[in-house]
């Protein structure tokens, strides 16, 4: 098959490896910046460094669009324009409202697989960016069947699994699980740095709540100004029923009404068991909390004997006490007989542990 | 010394460990429940079990007031009541305000200590729960120096750090730091779970940044009800900064604005630093993303590479791809040369690692 990456960065980059050594696939890759272009040759991601949009889609039957979101529109249109009548041109931007909407070409498929969001940059790209990965595609009713499936069948061989979407709900989706947390995320930090500023304190102990809860602020913001953007409208709905919520929270503390607040706080509970389990095998998802010295090597102990034992650790989280003497390891295992020998396990290495 | 502990549960319970074990102290227990008071005394918490309040606290040096934050006040009178004119009395309650508020008694010091929110019950007491944590003190003007100082002396002898706090400051703080995260991630998963119904979609592969969110989602809810409603001023108070905050971002998306996003974002990159290193000891924190497959005993691996070169992971956090096949592992280590050999041997490993 012959394919066309345009942008080459860490998720065009791991499109034209796969592609080449899973599809064996011959890949033209194009990039705006010819260092970038070059390393990608060099790294293994394309055959060939075409000099131009036209030359690289000229003969594909294949094309992946993966500049940033900001870019993607425009790109998108020239390489339909330049592209074989009988190719399937899909891009990998994080929202698809906007890039579908206003496109009703037969070849174009609207896409955007779950991983990389993390890292850029053609250095960082490799053949199994996609395995397991979700990759949502969103066809719709101009869509090409036999394109489609094309498209298709390269994602699953590249080790991706595809699933359609209607964009509006892709983006909703989007916005609920990674966007908003990125907001949220960005608001705590802010406010806990100004109350420590005006009160001026200096950081307590950070709870796993509000270590957890942060993590992902302040992400990479030539990537995320991108991203917020793109997927305003849904953002804005998310934030907006956000919003509605916490005016609901904040009128049950107002009131003192300690009923709504504890069936608030149980419907919450609810949901995240649900999540938790959601389109996961091996049963509900337990969580132990092992409490541990914080020396080196006390990870690596309960881990490894569960390894030995064959208990994946699906979820994992280190809680310091503030001098780092020592910890709580919170772990999330599936399944109630692994959580029950995983917690013989832990606790036959002489290390506390419960069941949350 | 002579020590009561009224409340026998986690808190209480550990409280009287420690204090017998590295105070040499005796420790009279009572708790509302009798077969939780048998508990403790079996399990070592307590040396006797005092049939009441009055009896417990009659001739104690130290009384420490350990009920669940709905019976505090109440409890913290009751116990001055009876205590010795000389007996220093404290509480453990997560909220301090309205504790100390109402109370200008010389003897009474309102207290906190950051440990052991996550689980409870006399079973999970522990000598070491204190070791290393932070133990606010809320001391007014009313408050008896010699007293407050024999309090400070024994939580330094039971391994925890005391910090002295403003009431006001304390509860501000801890609504910033943990309050609102678990309200957040209680809105968030809820969020989630309707746009997936009404969707009608799976869950797709939560990235780092929802799983991190709403790790504390649906917390323990006979204690989250009493914290959030104890706390309920402050709450509400960082509830309504949170309104503003989003709708300050949502302003800056509904007019496109780029820079004010790409700022606000750069501004919470910021502070998520500066809130990582306050504190802390050993140079900045810095973050690696190790990319590996989600085997058992791989988490092993990275940890032993670690541990056996004595490099200290400060915090982790596991994400696996939809099928589990693999996952990245994101760690944060200290200091800068701690960071490039952490790289080095991860990558000694076989296993892809980046600096994030």
Redesign the interface.
């Known amino acids: 098959m012959r394919i066309a990456v345009v942008g080459v960065g860490l998720i065009g980059g791991s499109v034209g490896m796969a592609a080449r050594r899973r599809l064996n696939a011959e890949v033209r890759g194009y990039d705006a910046d010819a260092r970038v272009l070059e390393l990608a040759r060099e790294r293994g991601a394309i055959d060939q460094a075409s000099p131009d949009v036209a030359s690289a889609v000229g003969d594909a039957e294949l094309a992946f669009v993966a500049v940033p979101v900001g870019a993607l529109g425009e790109r998108i249109d020239e390489i339909l324009a330049a592209a074989p009548p009988d190719c399937v041109v899909t891009d990998v931007g994080s929202t698809k409202h906007t890039i579908v909407a206003g496109r009703s070409d037969q070849r174009f498929v609207g896409g955007h697989p ?2 990389g ?3 850029a940059g053609v250095e ?1 790209a ?1 053949e ?1 960016l996609f ?4 990759w ?1 595609l969103t066809p719709t009713s101009t869509t090409s069947g036999v394109l489609y499936e094309r498209l298709h069948r390269a994602l699953t061989s590249v080790g991706a ?1 595809p ?1 359609a ?2 964009p509006d ?1 892709h983006d ?2 989007m916005a ?3 966007h ?14 100004n ?2 500023l005006e ?1 001026g ?19 990479n ?1 030539a990537i ?2 991108d991203i ?2 793109s997927n ?1 409208e849904a ?2 709905a ?6 509605r ?3 609901a ?2 009128g049950a ?2 009131a ?1 009404d ?1 009923p709504a ?2 069936s ?12 938790l389990e ?2 996961l095998a091996g049963g509900p998802v337990h969580e132990l ?1 092992a ?1 541990v010295p ?8 309960i ?2 004997a ?13 809680s ?7 910890g ?1 390891v ?1 772990l999330w295992v599936h399944g109630d007989a692994n959580a029950a020998r995983a917690q013989e396990l832990i606790a036959g290495l002489g290390i ?1 542990v ?1 069941r ?1």
Do not use: C, K
């Not at 608030?264 to 999540?275: K, M």
């Not at 914080?294 to 102990?301: F, I, K, L």
């Open positions: 779950l991983a969001a993390e890292t960082h490799r199994d395995q397991g990965a979700t949502y699994q699933a979407i209607d709900t909703r989706l609920s699980v990674s908003l947390p990125h907001v949220l995320a960005n608001v705590l930090v802010t406010q806990a740095a109350v420590l009160g304190e200096a950081m307590p102990a950070t709870g796993p709540s509000f270590r957890d809860a942060t993590r992902v602020a302040g992400a913001g995320w100004t917020y953007l305003r953002l804005m998310g934030l907006d029923d956000t919003v919520r916490l005016e929270v904040r503390l107002e003192g300690a607040v504890a608030w706080n149980e419907e919450a509970r609810a949901h995240r068991q649900a999540l959601t389109g909390r409490s914080n020396r080196p090597g006390v990870v690596a102990d881990a490894l569960l390894g030995r034992a064959g208990i994946n650790i699906v979820d994992m989280a280190l310091p006490s503030t001098d780092f003497s020592r709580v919170a506390a419960t949350a």
